[in-house]
């Protein structure tokens, strides 16, 4: 049975979304409706928004979300009705190489739907009168409903908000993924941030979870530093005003960082971040530049001070392990996720939502849904 939905679809680069109503199809086999809950405002629509990051179109944009689930089709075994799912934009298959050692996250089955914007039998479950509408990674959570494949949503506790489950589903596990799974940062460690936005935030609160002796987050917007500081930031260095970065680090370090993080994704900070890591210490890639993006590297240096360098992609998480286990994290106080959610809109102000990010203003802004 077909239903109607309102949803923010982009239909060219560097335009504003429309919001409009569509159909949205019932659950094919092995797919969930759900009836989302919350979806967060991320920088990689914006990517896609400005065309750094293709995606055909019109597409439903929202990467980031939560939600009820309301239907099933047949043949799903890992979700039931009323179950509360965040939605993963990253499923796996669990037969390849990549999966049966445990790398999910490396799973390259479902590359081609999910980057062509499809369910993962490459058809499409939003439409309107001119026909198809495609999905943002396989998901499309700026809509009121979605229809996405059973293996992207993962069941969490019903206590957590959705507005604070939706996080997990990219910021707060791509951050929190790259110091546990990745890094794996240990307590009395000095930890390095490159970037205050939701995933560096991320990153900061997952270094005082492991106990780390400092945290110093970077970032050119002083506007960042209280809520850095407030979710265990020790402290904060502005970009543009301590010019001398890497001499300001050794003043606070003595040595460089054991690691470093960039969470911004821009080749000239990924740059830095290596200067800033101490011998024997690592730096994690967790932002994602354009994917012609290069650096150099001064190899002998790197060898010499035997740094290791990485990257990091969605917090080398297990979804259907992590989503859940940071939730848990949250609802014990652990990872006080509710601290960055500080801007709340409605489905129909997606626009002013994206223009309030790329201000710089701190925290994440979350859609909200009320049906």
């Known amino acids: 049975m077909i239903k109607k939905t309102t949803a923010a679809i982009l239909y060219?680069?560097?335009?504003d979304l429309v919001i409009e109503n569509v159909d949205v199809a019932a659950p094919g086999p092995k797919e969930v409706f759900v009836q989302m809950g919350a979806a967060g405002v991320?920088?990689?629509?914006?990517?896609?928004?400005?065309?750094?990051?293709?995606?055909?179109?019109?597409?439903?944009?929202?990467?980031?979300?939560?939600?009820?689930?309301t239907s099933i089709g047949d043949?799903?075994?890992?979700?039931?009705?009323?179950?509360?799912?965040?939605?993963?934009?990253?499923?796996?298959?669990?037969?390849?190489?990549?999966?049966?050692?445990?790398?999910?996250?490396?799973?390259?089955?479902?590359?081609?739907?999910v980057g062509n914007g499809t369910l993962l039998d490459g058809s499409c479950r939003f439409s309107n009168k001119h026909g198809p509408i495609r999905q943002l990674g396989?998901?499309?959570?700026?809509?009121?409903?979605?229809?996405?494949?059973?293996?992207?949503?993962?069941?969490v506790n019903k206590s957590i908000p959705f507005e604070i489950a939706a996080l997990l589903g990219c910021a707060v596990t791509t951050g929190v993924g790259a110091v546990l799974n990745r890094a794996k940062v240990q307590k009395g460690e000095t930890v390095v941030v490159i970037g205050a936005g939701g995933v560096g935030l991320s990153v900061v609160m997952a270094a005082k979870l492991q106990g780390a002796s400092q945290i110093i987050c970077i970032d050119k917007n002083r506007s960042m530093r209280?809520?850095?500081?407030?979710?265990?930031?020790?402290?904060?260095?502005?970009?543009?005003?301590?010019?001398?970065?890497?001499?300001?680090l050794i003043e606070l370090t003595d040595v460089g960082a054991d690691h470093v993080f960039e969470a911004v994704g821009k080749r000239e900070l990924q740059s830095d971040a290596i200067d800033y890591c101490c011998s024997g210490g690592t730096v994690t890639f967790v932002g994602l530049d354009s994917e012609d993006a290069t650096i150099n590297l001064k190899t002998t240096a790197i060898t010499r001070a035997e740094k290791t360098i990485s990257g990091s992609i969605y917090g080398s998480a297990c979804t259907h392990r992590d989503f859940a286990l940071y939730g848990e994290k949250f609802?014990?106080?652990?990872?006080?996720?509710?601290?960055?959610?500080?801007?709340?809109y409605?489905?129909?102000?997606?626009?002013?939502?994206?223009?309030?990010m790329l201000e710089g203003k701190p925290g994440r802004g979350v859609i909200v849904f009320d049906h």
């Open 12 to 15: 060219e680069t560097n335009s």
């Open 42 to 69: 991320c920088h990689s629509d914006v990517h896609v928004i400005s065309g750094q990051a293709q995606q055909l179109m019109p597409c439903v944009l929202g990467h980031e979300g939560a939600g009820l689930v």
């Open 75 to 113: 043949d799903v075994s890992r979700v039931s009705v009323g179950d509360h799912v965040v939605l993963s934009w990253l499923p796996y298959c669990e037969n390849c190489y990549q999966c049966i050692r445990g790398k999910t996250h490396l799973c390259k089955a479902f590359q081609t739907p």
């Open 138 to 155: 396989s998901l499309g959570c700026w809509s009121e409903n979605v229809v996405v494949s059973e293996v992207c949503c993962v069941p």
């Open 226 to 248: 209280n809520l850095a500081i407030e979710l265990g930031a020790t402290d904060f260095l502005v970009a543009s005003q301590d010019a001398d970065i890497s001499k300001k």
């Open 331 to 344: 609802l014990e106080g652990k990872l006080p996720i509710d601290l960055m959610v500080n801007r709340r």
């Open 346 to 356: 409605q489905l129909r102000e997606i626009n002013i939502a994206l223009s309030d």
